[in-house]
């Protein structure tokens, strides 16, 4: 297990052996090469690429707004070592909130994807601020209470009765890593609300 994560370990330690230089173009066809290989000879599909895709995509939401390789798309913003250099900070947050990422299914990164880079998608930046929960956020519960308040902030809450000291602050990029269905809910007006009644039930729009 891991060997793409040991892989790219060894290519960040020593570029120029690997590829000659910092070269992001080079990186990628190497990376998709190995990952064909591993399937070949192990029988495991991981679909690094597959997902690494959608993660980026997500970050950058409707700042990335073609369907083009991860990699021609961090070529076309930076320049090459900046590019190459930007690529591993990316691999560390990647690994960093999705540690077990090989067993995860493609489709949950699909949809996190979707929830910033889909027709219907957030208008916001995946970076914008927006209000949960100590339950929510602890993973205790799951989020049953969604809104839009009139200044045009987002909630994602428990739904339980809250005091102050129980709000907590994190991005929408968060919020919906922490349940990809909220990207149901991008088009809630101001003053809308959303609720369900367990996790996994239809979210049900409530327009006043
Ligand atoms: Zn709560």
Not at 17 to 34: C, I, Q, R, T
Not at 100 to 116: G, I, P, R, V
Not at 125 to 136: M, S
Not at 164 to 188: F, P
């Amino acid at each position: 297990m891991k060997e793409i994560e040991h892989f790219l370990e060894r290519v960040r330690l020593r570029p120029a052996l690997y590829l000659g230089k910092k070269d992001l173009a080079a990186l990628s066809h190497n990376l998709a090469g190995y990952e064909e290989a591993l399937a070949d000879l192990t029988g495991r599909k991981v679909l690094f690429n597959n997902k690494f895709q959608c993660f980026v995509q997500s970050k950058y939401g409707r700042a990335y707004n073609k369907t083009i390789h991860w990699s021609t798309f961090l070529l076309e913003q930076y320049p090459e070592e900046e590019a190459f250099d930007l690529f591993f900070a990316l691999f560390d947050e990647f690994l960093m909130h999705f540690p077990h990422w090989e067993q995860m299914d493609a489709a949950y990164f699909k949809a996190l994807e979707s929830c910033f880079c889909a027709p219907n998608a957030f208008e916001e930046d995946p970076n914008t601020a927006v209000f949960t929960c100590v339950h929510v956020l602890g993973g205790e519960k799951p989020i049953l209470h969604a809104c839009r308040d009139q200044e045009g902030d987002l909630q994602f809450l428990c739904g339980c009765a809250h005091t102050i000291k129980e709000a907590r602050v994190i991005s929408l990029w968060e919020a919906c890593m922490l349940d990809t269905t909220i990207g149901t809910l991008s088009t809630l007006k101001r003053g809308a609300s959303a609720d369900r009644k367990e996790e996994n039930a239809r979210w049900i729009i409530c327009e006043k």
